[in-house]
């Protein structure tokens, strides 16, 4: 078992109704509150004027129109530019992962006297950054627990994910309630994100029975609850148990001393977002089977077999080579019955700038230490598979 040292210092508030906390939670950090949120889902649910109500005793700016994949030269630089001018305390960040991101970038960049791109494309370090709040809206990418933020930087084809042990959000706000009104795609490609985040760390050379078992139960309470979510977008417990789900996905703690892995379907897919502008989640779905069966081999074959057995309860007593073809299959079908596309063409996608986007993953990604390593011929081959 791999060695780990595990912080998560996140507090997490959770249920119906938790918003209200809002200002104690706040009035630690000070008066001064950077608002940010996206393009007005916020303000559809009452979110916002309720955000606005509770804050009264504070100063208040904002940043509105945060992008879906939040773009540097817009949504960060603006950020942190009202960041030092207005001496912001603490930003709160309204929305999903997109709002948080970029939110956590600001946060570092306030902080730091040169370009944040530095910072985002690793050449300096954060040594300080503002604290974040979040309420968060969608349940997906857990950003709300981690501290991780993925910025795009559309000039540049690059959507870099950025880690800094500084962006742990000091406090989400996690009301189910404010998900009822994802929209359906937006709740499918949640769970697609979410499920592939379980699989980056499911899916690796060794691993333990105790992570298996959490691994596999996200599996299960993933599928099951979007199909709850998707026929009734107002069940609660659904929508809870899916908020959960998307919390633990993203942090680490689903395998903790468990080998390596190089999140290689993510490592893809924010390529494809980076030149596309795709949903991340939408993407991830798709290259997600063509890249179970390029990594299906005799090395590999007791990890698929364990995942159609224990996720999909496909009969144990088939040949290994039959459960694991299996699996593959029912994880594609799963994607296709929540109504994600299941073709990169669906999404805008052709073989034009395939052999750059190959080109450009292997050389920023690393992944030929991926559990399967992938080398530029393999990126490019799983793509195609996809189109
Ligand atoms: O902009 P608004 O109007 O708020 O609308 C958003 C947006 O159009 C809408 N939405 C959010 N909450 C809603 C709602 N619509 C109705 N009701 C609500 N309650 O949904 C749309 C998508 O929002 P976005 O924040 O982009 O989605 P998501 O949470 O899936 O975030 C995706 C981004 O997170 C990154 C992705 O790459 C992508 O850029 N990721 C971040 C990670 C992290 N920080 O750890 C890990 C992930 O792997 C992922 O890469
Ligand atoms: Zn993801």
Request: aromatic share 10%; proline share 4%.
């Amino acid at each position: 078992m791999r060695n780990f040292d595990y912080q998560t210092p996140t507090r997490l508030v959770f249920g119906e109704g938790v918003v209200e906390k809002l200002p104690k939670i706040m009035q630690p950090f000070g008066k001064k509150i950077l608002l940010t949120y996206g393009g007005g889902s916020i303000k559809k649910i009452g979110l916002y004027d309720k955000v606005k109500e509770l804050l009264k005793g504070f100063e208040v700016f904002e940043l509105s129109g945060i992008e879906p994949n939040p773009k540097y030269s817009t949504s960060v630089v603006e950020g942190v530019k009202i960041c030092k001018d207005k001496g912001i305390d603490v930003i709160l960040a309204v929305g999903g992962g997109s709002v948080l991101d970029c939110s956590k970038a600001i946060a570092a960049g306030a902080k730091y006297e040169g370009e944040t791109w530095d910072l985002i494309s690793y050449k300096a370090f954060a040594k300080d950054a503002l604290p974040i709040v979040d309420i968060l809206t969608l349940a997906a990418t857990g950003s709300e627990y981690d501290c991780g933020g993925v910025i795009s930087r559309t000039e540049t084809n690059d959507k870099i994910g950025y880690m800094d042990p500084h962006l742990f959000p000091v406090c989400s706000i996690l009301d189910p309630r404010y998900t009822f009104s994802v929209s359906k795609k937006q709740t499918a490609a949640g769970c697609a994100d979410a499920m592939n985040h379980v699989m980056e760390q499911y899916f690796v050379e060794d691993t333990t029975i105790l992570n298996d078992g959490f691994c596999e139960a996200e599996f299960k309470s993933l599928m099951y609850n979007t199909k709850i979510a998707l026929e009734n977008p107002e069940d609660y417990r659904a929508r809870a148990e899916l908020m959960l789900d998307c919390t633990y996905g993203c942090n680490g703690i689903l395998s903790l001393g468990n080998s390596e892995s190089g999140w290689p379907c993510h490592a893809i897919e924010h390529a494809l977002s980076a030149y596309y502008d795709i949903t991340h989640g939408e993407g991830l779905a798709i290259i997600t089977p063509r890249w179970m069966k390029h990594i299906l081999s005799e090395r590999t074959m007791d990890r698929f077999v364990k995942y159609g057995v224990n996720v999909f309860g496909i009969d144990a007593t088939l040949e290994k080579q039959e459960i694991a073809e299996k699996a593959i299959e029912e994880t594609y079908k799963f994607f296709e019955s929540i109504g994600i596309p299941m073709h990169l063409r669906d999404v805008g996608i052709d073989e034009s700038r395939v052999a750059e986007m190959a080109h450009h993953i292997a050389v920023n990604e690393g992944l030929e230490n991926a559990y399967v390593p992938l080398d530029e011929a393999a990126i490019a081959k799983i793509i195609m598979d996809s189109l």
